[in-house]
Every structure is written in structure tokens, then in C-alpha cells.
């Protein structure tokens, strides 16, 4: 089956440690992007990388980092110098050719949970 | 700078009525509209997905359209059911930034 799997579902870490989620796709797809969603907030931009090798801050990144070393992969890593680490974590995907219909549809996977007390 | 606002926050209906989500957005240069939906908890499943060409999709209950000179979008779903409950949220993708933008949602709360 294709999708997105991200790990782990619930994460806890003390503060001042850094942590980094897992996202990884079989979709094929080329683009991936990370979020972070608060209560009352909405759904919030880190990172996105649109081919290997290469990525974009998003509108928050600052106290996060990512590398996109594999096509599938796009590991997260949430820094000490976050202020506010504790949220929902969202990784999804999408395939960038125009030429089909379904381009730049996200597709996203289950979430992480990262607790920082 | 792109900003997708979803009205209601909160609607709360019996089992059975056809109701009608809106979602209106700032910046009519998009490059496609996407619905989804959020369980509690959970990530965020596609419902539809409307290019900026397009007019309207449906997806059995569900049907969606498009205007963008006037910024706005539907998500109507017809014959609503207590499964339907969950919070539902309109996304806009402009090809310029590469980014896809969020309304705040809606969350659907369907009584038996």
C-alpha cells in the first residue's frame, strides 16, 4: 500500500534535548513538507523540500531542521531552541508534475504528538 | 499574502440534513483548492481536490465548487450522517510560493 508513515505516534522529551520525527513516503512523490498544528491555530508551514537536496524554510521555522537526503525521507528535527515544541507534527506529500491532474494534491500521514515538559 | 478563512467554526446538525461548508480566500491566484477532513487526533484525509480550472468535484455525498473571482468555495454534503462528524478544512496551493494555505476549519458535529 502507498502512503505516509511518520514515527512515533506520541514522542516525550525533556526540555533542552533536541528530537527529530520520522516521515517517510512510497509514494513517489517529490515534494514534502512538514506542519505543526496548535489548538485554535490552524495548520502551520515548517519546512518544504520540492526535489532532493534541496529545501524551503516554511513560516515558522526557526528552532527546526530538516534534511532531505532520499527522495522518501524528510526527517525533522526539533531543536532546543524552540520555545514552544509541544504540538501535533503533520508530514505530507505531493507529486509536482503538471502534467498530472492530481499535481501538488497533499496527501498526509498519520502524525506525531511531541510532548516537551 | 494569501489568507483562507472557513466559516462556521462549529455547526452542529441532526442526522439527515444537507448542509453547506464555506471557505473563502484573499488571493484569487491559486493553482488548485483542496477539501479535507481531520478526526480527532488523526492526520488529514483529501476529500476533494479542485484544480483552478475546474468548476466543481463531487465524491459521492460530497460535492465542492469553485469560484475564484470571487475567492470563495463550497463543500456541500449531502444526506448528513453521525460519520460524517469531524472537522473540515479548505486548502489553497498557489504555484508562485509552493505553498498550500489553511483555513482555521469547521468542525461538523452530526446528532443522531
Known amino acids: 500500500d502507498g502512503g505516509i508513515t511518520q514515527s512515533p505516534k506520541y514522542l516525550f522529551r525533556k526540555e533542552g534535548q533536541n528530537v527529530t520525527l520520522s516521515c517517510e513516503q512510497n509514494l513517489n512523490h517529490d515534494a514534502m513538507y512538514w506542519y505543526r498544528q496548535d489548538p485554535g491555530q490552524g495548520l502551520r508551514l515548517i519546512y518544504y523540500?520540492?526535489?532532493?537536496?534541496?529545501?524551503q524554510k516554511g513560516d515558522i521555522a526557526e528552532g527546526y531542521s530538516v534534511s532531505r537526503e532520499k527522495k522518501e525521507s524528510f526527517p525533522l528535527t526539533v531543536t532546543s531552541a524552540q520555545k514552544n515544541p509541544t504540538a501535533f507534527y503533520l508530514c505530507?506529500?505531493?507529486?509536482?508534475?503538471?502534467?498530472?491532474?492530481?499535481?501538488?494534491?497533499?496527501?498526509f500521514g498519520p502524525g506525531t504528538r511531541l510532548t516537551v515538559t | 499574502k494569501q489568507e483562507v478563512t472557513q466559516i462556521p467554526a462549529a455547526l452542529s446538525v441532526p442526522e439527515g440534513e444537507n448542509l453547506v461548508l464555506n471557505c473563502s480566500f484573499t488571493d484569487s491566484a491559486i493553482y488548485n483548492l483542496q477539501w479535507f477532513r481531520q478526526d480527532p487526533g488523526k492526520g488529514l484525509t483529501s476529500l476533494l481536490l479542485i484544480q483552478s480550472s475546474q468548476r466543481e468535484q463531487t465524491s459521492g455525498r460530497l460535492n465542492a465548487s469553485l469560484d475564484k473571482s470571487s475567492g470563495r468555495s463550497t463543500l456541500y454534503i449531502a444526506a448528513s450522517q453521525p460519520g460524517d462528524s469531524a472537522t473540515y478544512l479548505c486548502?489553497?496551493?498557489?504555484?508562485?510560493?509552493?505553498?498550500?494555505?489553511f483555513g482555521q476549519g469547521t468542525t461538523l458535529q452530526v446528532k443522531p
Open positions: 523540500s520540492q526535489i532532493v537536496n534541496d529545501f
Open positions: 486548502a489553497v496551493f498557489s504555484g508562485n510560493t509552493g505553498k498550500l494555505i
Open positions: 505530507a506529500s505531493s507529486a509536482r508534475s503538471t502534467a498530472s491532474r492530481r499535481a501538488y494534491e497533499q496527501y
